[in-house]
């Protein structure tokens, strides 16, 4: 059985094995959606809510389901929940709801949440894959997140633009300006700038990355200096 350590799934999940950032599993809506970040809060609770419930489901049906049939029910379970956010978001959320229009029914087809399914939750414990799906949805959550506030900030001169679509009318005085009143940069705005923008994080956890292991390196060697290669010919007291 495939297992792996809490600390382990959390750090694969968050940086390691960041799907934003590695695979690109679901960069469609990663792009399509962080002009705004109420649409990107929207969209990362709905596709947590599906990544985490489907793989407790698939974690527990995973003896009873094999062969040629495993995909196809990994994907009904993952459309099952996704109708069931879809209809609870209407509900409560209808405004936003509208605003993502096509990508809330796209969680099906999201290449992170069937990853997950096939990967961990159908060969681990119902409670790792229950950690896995919620650190994985941090963690894509996090990009899109981070992406929507930069581009709203540098597109706008704002962040947290009708907020209220998601909180309620509480959340009406929540935005914050940037920049002068009437700013505008339309490349931000656009598609392009946000392929600028991931462009831009993806270097940065590269350069992270290469920082950490040129470190573990030079430890490593220092290591390897001090340690000396003792030779005894006679008993040791």
Same mark, same amino acid.
């Given at each position: 059985?495939?297992?792996?350590?809490?600390?382990?799934?959390?750090?694969?999940?968050?940086?390691?094995?960041?799907?934003?950032?590695?695979?690109? @599993?679901?960069?469609? /809506?990663?792009?399509?959606?962080?002009?705004?970040?109420?649409?990107?809060?929207?969209?990362?609770?709905?596709?947590?809510?599906? #990544? =985490? $419930? @489907?793989?407790?489901?698939?974690?527990?049906?995973?003896?009873?389901? @094999?062969?040629? *049939? %495993?995909? /196809?029910?990994?994907?009904?379970?993952? +459309?099952?929940?996704?109708?069931?956010?879809?209809? &609870?978001?209407?509900?409560?959320?209808?405004? !936003?709801?509208? =605003?993502?229009?096509?990508?809330?029914? !796209?969680?099906?087809?999201?290449?992170?949440?069937?990853?997950?399914?096939?990967?961990?939750?159908?060969?681990?414990?119902?409670?790792?894959?229950?950690?896995?799906? !919620?650190?994985?949805?941090?963690?894509?959550?996090?990009? =899109?997140?981070?992406?929507?506030?930069?581009?709203?900030?540098?597109?706008?001169? %704002?962040?947290?633009?009708?907020?209220? #679509?998601? $909180?309620?009318? +509480?959340? *009406?005085?929540?935005?914050?300006?940037?920049?002068?009143?009437?700013?505008?940069?339309?490349?931000?705005? &656009?598609?392009?700038?946000?392929?600028?923008?991931?462009?831009?994080?993806?270097? &940065?956890?590269? !350069?992270?990355?290469?920082?950490?292991?040129? &470190? @573990?390196?030079?430890?490593?060697?220092?290591? %390897? %200096?001090?340690?000396?290669?003792?030779?005894?010919?006679? /008993?040791?007291?």
């Amino acid at each position: 059985m495939y297992i792996r350590s809490y600390k382990s799934i959390l750090n694969n999940g968050m940086w390691e094995g960041n799907q934003g950032l590695i695979l690109f @599993s679901g960069l469609c /809506p990663l792009i399509a959606v962080s002009n705004s970040v109420v649409k990107a809060l929207g969209l990362s609770i709905a596709t947590m809510f599906v #990544l =985490l $419930f @489907s793989n407790i489901t698939i974690s527990l049906i995973k003896k009873r389901v @094999s062969g040629i *049939v %495993k995909i /196809p029910i990994f994907i009904i379970i993952i +459309a099952t929940f996704t109708t069931i956010i879809e209809l &609870l978001m209407k509900v409560f959320i209808y405004e !936003l709801y509208i =605003l993502l229009g096509i990508f809330i029914p !796209l969680i099906i087809v999201n290449g992170l949440i069937l990853n997950r399914a096939e990967i961990f939750a159908c060969k681990n414990s119902v409670i790792k894959s229950a950690f896995d799906g !919620l650190i994985f949805g941090v963690g894509f959550s996090a990009v =899109l997140i981070t992406l929507s506030a930069v581009r709203e900030i540098l597109s706008v001169g %704002k962040i947290f633009i009708n907020m209220d #679509l998601l $909180f309620g009318s +509480a959340a *009406v005085e929540w935005s914050i300006t940037i920049f002068s009143e009437g700013y505008r940069f339309l490349l931000f705005m &656009l598609p392009p700038g946000a392929f600028i923008l991931l462009g831009f994080l993806i270097a &940065l956890k590269n !350069l992270i990355d290469g920082k950490v292991n040129t &470190l @573990s390196g030079n430890e490593r060697s220092s290591l %390897k %200096k001090e340690t000396k290669r003792i030779r005894t010919t006679g /008993p040791v007291a």
